[in-house]
Each structure stands twice: as C-alpha cells, then as structure tokens.
C-alpha cells in the first residue's frame, strides 16, 4: 500500500489494490479530486484573485454495498465532494470512476506527462447516471412544489426511456410503497407532505431508477429528532433490500456511526482519516476525529464528560494554513512541543494496518494519557482575555 | 439528587400559561396551560420537537408576543413581580437586564448595520446610567470574558465580518452584559458545528457558574440537555407531557413520549441494528385529537386515554402527563372507565405546579 496516490493515467488503470481493497469490489475510485471556486475580484469583478480549496487532492473508493460515511464540520468540503463525483459540478482535477466507467479524468496543473482531460460522453453519462442518485438535506427546497408525487418519482424514469404511463405510474406506486408512503397519495403535492414524508418522497425519487450508488447529503439533518429514526431505519431496510451502496454525508457523528460501515473525516478540503466505523470511534488515529469526537454531548447526564475544546475556528479554505491544515489548533502538535514538521511538510493518508488510514504525522502519540492532558489543558474559555 | 425540588424558592414560576394565536384557520393553542419552575443558579432543560411551543414559552416570558398571538392565560411570577401585569416600561427594565435571552441564528439577531461593541453597548446603557465611554469599555471587557480574542478590534467590527461562533458569543456577551439573573438560551448551539458547540457550552458553564445565573435552555438536542440541564421539562404539542430533575427523566421517564424520544436517537458507541421509533408525526395544532395528545403515536394507547390525562406526580419531584400508573402499569382505574370517572379522577390527581 502506497502512501501517496499518483493519479492514474487514462491508459494504465490503477493498479488492483491501489485503495487497499480487491477491484472486483470497487463500485466508485475517487483519485485525487480537486475543486477549487474561483474568487472574482478586481475591477470589473472577472480577473481571478484567489480560490476557495473546497477539496483538495482526495482519494478513496466505495466498495459495492457498503455505507460510507463521511463527516466533518460545515466548509470542510463534504457536501461539493459529493456533487463533483456525480458530476453535478465540475471537477477541477482529478479522476472519478463508477463502476468500470471513468465519468472525467483531468490532470492536474502542470502534471507531467501532459495529457488531455478525459470526460464521459453525454451518452455515458445518461448511462452512468441511472445508477447514481442523490438524497438531498433540505426536503423543503429540493422538490419542486409545482410537480405531484407521481411526477417527481416517475421524472427520472420518464427522462430515461420510461415514457408507458401506465408502467410508470405502476413503477411510482412500487416506489412509494417501498418508502412506506401511501400509494393514494400519488397524486398529491410535495406542500401537503410533513418534512419527514417528503425526505420519503426525496428517497422514491433517487430509487426509480433502481441505481447502485446514492448520495445521502445530510438526509436527516433537517428533520426532528422523532422523524429522524424513521427515515434512518428506512435507508437501512433499503439498503439491505436493493443492495444500495451509499456516501453517506453528515455532521452527526451518532447518525453516521449508525448507518456506515467505513467513515472518513474530512477538515478543509482534506480527508484526514479513513477507517472501519469500529476502529475509528473506539480508536480514532487523528487528532481532529479525537477532538470531534470528544465534541459531542452525549444524551445521558451520568457521562457528563470533560472534552477537548478546540481554540478558534475553521481556517478560511481560500487560504488553509501551511502544512497540516489542523496545526492550528491542533491539541497533539502542543503536547509535543509544536514540532516543526507540522507547519512544513502536509501529511498525507497513510495506512496504520488493519484498513485505518490517517493523514497525521504523529498519529502514534496519541494515547489515553495524551487525550487526557489535552482535556485537562482545555480552559474553561477557550482563548486567553485580551 | 439531595435536594427536593419545591424546597428551594423558584427565580421563575411559570403556573398555567396559556398562549394562543388566532389565525386565519382558526386558533392554535401554541402554549396550552405550562407551569414551569426554575431554581437560582439553575439550569432548566426544555425539550421538545419543532411546533411544541418550548420557544413561544420563553417568548411569553419575554413578553415578546406578537399579534395575532396572545397570552390569554396563566401567571409568570419572577422574583416575586407578575410579569404579565407588569406596565410595559417596567417590563422593559426587567428584560434584557434581569431576564436575557439569546435566540438560535445570532445573524438575524444581531443589528448589520451597527458595530458589534455599539450594540453590546446599547444595552449597557439602556439598564445602567454610564457615560458612553464606560459603556463600550464594558462591552470590549465582555466580548474578553466571552472568549473573543482581539476584542478592542472585534467590538469595532460588524456582524457579518465574524464567524458564526463568534457571533453566538457576542449575543452571549450582549445578553450577559447587565449581569442578568435568568438567561434564556433558545437552541443556543443549534446552528453551529460541534466543535464550536462545545465551546459555546464550556462558555455557558463557566459563565453560569461565575456569574450565580440561572439558565431556561431550550433545546431538541437531547444530549445537549443531558450536558448542561439541572431539571428538565419536556414539551409536547404545547404542554408539558414531563417534568423532573435531569437524572430522572434519563433514567426513569414514564411518559411514552420521553421514553421514545430516548430510545429514537442514535448514540456513540451503542450498536443497533435498528432504531426505535415513534410512529407517526406531530398532530396538526389546528386539529389535535381529544383526550391525551399523544395517543394516536403511543405504543401504549388504551380507551380511556380518549379522556385528558392529568399532570400528576409518579414519584416526589417527578411529573408526567399519562394515565399509565406511576410504575408503568395499567392505570389503576382500568383501562376503559366511564369519561365521568377518568374526569374526576383526573381532577383529583393533576398536582397544579410540578
């Protein structure tokens, strides 16, 4: 296992193995994904005077019928990895396959050898995109209000060759029982739906095209607390039931410890740890996912824990610091005296064994003793007065 | 647990609010007879989901209700003055100087157009009678024990050039600037990431425990409310379904309601295959079923929950508003008694202040 991935080139596949899992399992490969959002400034407004890093060199793959979670703070990049892959946004560099079909390999700046960008062609891409779907997080915003039940879960179908009436609406009606939705209500309009029935209703519509792969960006982040539990027991017996793989995005890490057999944890635009959910809750190996971790109140007064506070907040991405993104208030780095490697040299996933991989160049010191200095140190209020 | 809840005297007595908003659809009973009592120094957990009525209930508190809304009913004693019969000037020297509140999206409580230090400064002046300059030094020293780092420069800045953490913690610095005794924090942490959610709350320790204020934190997070809460209330379509001190209702709820609340949310380090659920999903205000509130979603419904159940105590301190007997079991009258019977029954049991 390599420590650093070299994107791979169009005409030499990547080599079996490359994410450290067989290739027959492999339902998506992501390769060094990048994507940067201009800044317009100057004058006029049209010269480029900068980027936001929104992701920023990320690989991992997806094995067929596994659920990945992936967490990490609002601007780390989550939500814009998920549409690039899908290819509702365009890649700045980098490689996306599905399923044996490169949806877009770009090279990066001044890559050498220089080679062309690569893109699947619109009809690939019809293809490709039967078998990817997404779920999105605000069910208020993401049907649209003018269409009836019947025709946002039969649209996809219906753009895809479906055009039988008869056959779609029989098709929507399996949909909307598969969801538990009332079948009667085919006919009916998303405002007449709770928030909970109209995630439902999201979820019918990325499964009538009987994709491979979903999306879950943030499903159930805006639903209440009783909601929640049914839509997430749902994606479970669907997954099961249809052999769904999922990219399971989100904030919360007990909903993603729940749904997901591997989790990575993204920080500015960068995948910092990728394991198996067991291993990176019970032992996670990066001193972010320690403290994100240690962040989160937990629904029962007995365990009223002491936490590691983080000084500050999340670094613009437009400008992330210098070497390690998390050195700036990294808890580790001021245990072991802020070693210069920290700020000079960006570390990069490597593996610990047993499929963890970490990108930290010290992740071996981190122990019980550590982790307990860093909640000792962590004052009451975070940043000294004046 | 040493202490009994009742022997203290309560900062805030709630007892009976009713507020109700007349709209175009017909009325909608947001607040429908809450009693709430928070200790000194305390912290009131009230919990509920969206649509419950937890925040028209600080709000009514604040006397902040906007028409068509309108507390019909109920007191609200604070340190010995009824609120609701308060001359409005009177009112306005209690809130924000006595009672504080900080809402959940800090950018649309926060004013865009005036500095941060300015608007921290108006409310010191509005309560206390200092000179401008002692006004903004006070606001510069608050944004300081509020964590901000640079705070000389952060005062002279606008809402939109700080984070969103940043701008909780200059509503938390606004509201604490006159030293209230009661700070009402409506979803205080909600819209903000965990990490910076962990600091707000170390903050709100701290400060609660410098400062000797008592806190009505209001909340759907429930492991937010295990963090922080002393007592806690739990909401349902507006009214209390439970109250108790923090470790009872975590460890011994007895309303359905509290217990599937519980058992729904997925927690760290505790593997399920599947999650309980609630069935179901929040009864339209303007059509909520007779009788108990909850039956159409509860496990446990049985005839006689046709019939209002009373708030009544199951053991001393802890409330609950169910029929089931205060060990869980079939209530005492039997399932099914005549609705004459579970009324006077429920005249009988309803203790008028948890």
Redesign the interface.
């Known amino acids: 296992m390599t420590d650093i991935r070299t994107p791979n080139t169009l005409t030499t596949p990547p080599p079996p193995g490359a994410a450290g899992i067989a290739e027959a399992d492999t339902l998506v490969r992501v390769d060094n994904l990048v994507k940067y959002f201009d800044i317009r400034g100057g004058l006029l407004g049209v010269s480029t005077i900068g980027a936001v890093k929104a992701v920023d060199g990320v690989s991992f793959s997806v094995k067929r019928g596994e659920a990945l979670g992936l967490v990490g703070e609002s601007g780390c990049g989550k939500t814009t990895l998920g549409k690039v892959i899908l290819r509702l946004l365009p890649a700045t560099s980098g490689r996306v396959e599905m399923d044996g079909q490169v949806l877009f390999d770009i090279p990066a700046k001044g890559e050498k050898p220089q080679r062309q960008s690569v893109y699947a062609g619109k009809e690939a891409m019809k293809k490709v995109r039967q078998n990817m779907q997404v779920v999105f997080q605000d069910p208020y915003a993401s049907l649209n209000p003018r269409m009836s039940v019947g025709e946002l879960v039969g649209e996809g179908p219906l753009v895809h060759g479906m055009t039988d009436k008869k056959e779609r609406e029989a098709l929507v009606r399996d949909m909307l029982s598969r969801v538990d939705l009332n079948q009667t209500h085919i006919h009916r309009y998303p405002h007449e739906f709770s928030g909970g029935q109209r995630q439902r209703i999201g979820i019918a519509r990325a499964l009538a095209l009987h994709p491979d792969f979903i999306v879950c960006d943030e499903p159930v982040s805006a639903l209440d607390v009783s909601i929640q539990s049914q839509v997430l027991n749902l994606l479970n017996d669907l997954q099961a039931e249809m052999g769904l793989t999922y990219l399971f995005i989100a904030h919360n890490l007990a909903v993603v410890e729940h749904i997901s057999d591997r989790v990575g944890v993204m920080y500015l635009g960068k995948l910092v740890e990728l394991a198996d959910v067991d291993d990176i809750y019970a032992r996670p190996s990066h001193p972010y996912t320690v403290a994100l971790l240690s962040a989160v109140p937990e629904p029962d007064p007995h365990r009223r824990k002491k936490r590691i506070i983080l000084k500050g907040d999340i670094p613009s991405p437009a400008n992330p610091p210098s070497g390690c993104r998390f050195h700036t208030r990294c808890w580790l780095r001021e245990q072991l005296g802020r070693p210069e490697r920290c700020t000079t040299e960006e570390p990069q996933l490597r593996s610990l064994g047993h499929g963890q991989e970490t990108a930290c160049h010290f992740s071996e010191e981190i122990s019980a003793t550590a982790v307990e200095n860093a909640v000792a140190s962590s004052a009451p209020i975070p940043t000294a007065a004046v | 647990m040493t202490e009994t809840r009742g022997s203290n005297e309560a900062l805030l007595e709630v007892k009976d609010l009713r507020t109700h908003f007349a709209t175009a659809d017909g009325l909608v009973k947001a607040v429908d007879g809450v009693s709430l009592r928070i200790r000194p120094g305390k912290t009131l957990g009230v919990v509920g989901?969206?649509g419950c009525g937890k925040s028209i209930t600080a709000l009514s508190i604040m006397r902040l209700i906007e028409r068509p809304g309108r507390v019909v009913s109920g007191s609200i004693s604070f340190d010995g003055q009824d609120l609701i019969a308060l001359p409005e000037d009177e009112m306005r020297d209690v809130r924000g100087n006595q009672i504080s509140m900080i809402f959940q999206e800090p950018m649309t409580s926060l004013n865009p157009v005036y500095t941060c230090g300015d608007q921290i400064a108006e409310a010191v002046s509005r309560h206390s009678n200092v000179s401008k300059r002692a006004a903004m030094d006070r606001a510069v020293d608050m944004l300081?024990?509020?964590?901000?780092?640079d705070?000389?420069r952060r005062a002279t800045e606008h809402p939109h050039q700080l984070?969103g953490?940043?701008r909780q913690r200059v509503m938390i610095a606004m509201a604490l600037s006159t030293n209230p005794e009661l700070l009402i924090a409506d979803e205080p942490t909600t819209a903000l990431?965990?990490?910076?959610?962990?600091?707000i709350?170390?903050?709100m320790?701290?400060l609660r425990e410098k400062n000797g204020m008592a806190i009505m934190l209001i909340t759907?997070?429930?492991?937010?409310?295990?963090?922080m809460?002393d007592d806690v209330s739990v909401m349902y379509a507006g009214k209390i379904v439970e109250a108790s001190d923090?470790?009872t209702v975590?460890?011994k709820a007895h309303h359905p309601y509290t217990r599937?609340?519980?058992a729904?949310?997925?927690?760290?380090?505790v593997k399920?295959?599947?999650?309980?659920?609630?069935?179901g999903?929040?009864p339209n205000p303007l059509n909520l079923p007779k009788g108990c509130l909850f039956k159409r979603r509860c496990p446990y419904a049985m005839p006689i929950c046709d019939n209002p159940p009373p708030l009544r105590e199951v053991t001393p301190g802890h409330v609950s508003r169910c029929w089931l007997a205060p060990d869980g079991g079939k209530p005492e009258l039997g399932e099914a008694p005549s609705a004459a019977e579970a009324e006077a029954a429920a005249k009988t049991l309803t203790v008028a202040n948890p």
């Not at chain 2, 990431?193 to 600091?199: E, F, L, R």
């Not at chain 2, 759907?220 to 963090?227: K, N, P, R, S, Y």
């Not at chain 2, 729904?264 to 380090?269: N, Q």
């Open positions: 989901e969206s300081s024990q509020v964590g901000i780092p705070p000389k984070s953490g940043m990431d965990v990490t910076i959610q962990a600091q709350l170390e903050l320790k701290a759907h997070d429930l492991g937010v409310v295990a963090e809460s923090a470790i975590f460890d599937g609340l519980l729904s949310i997925p927690r760290m380090g399920r295959e599947r999650l309980e659920v609630i069935e999903v929040v």
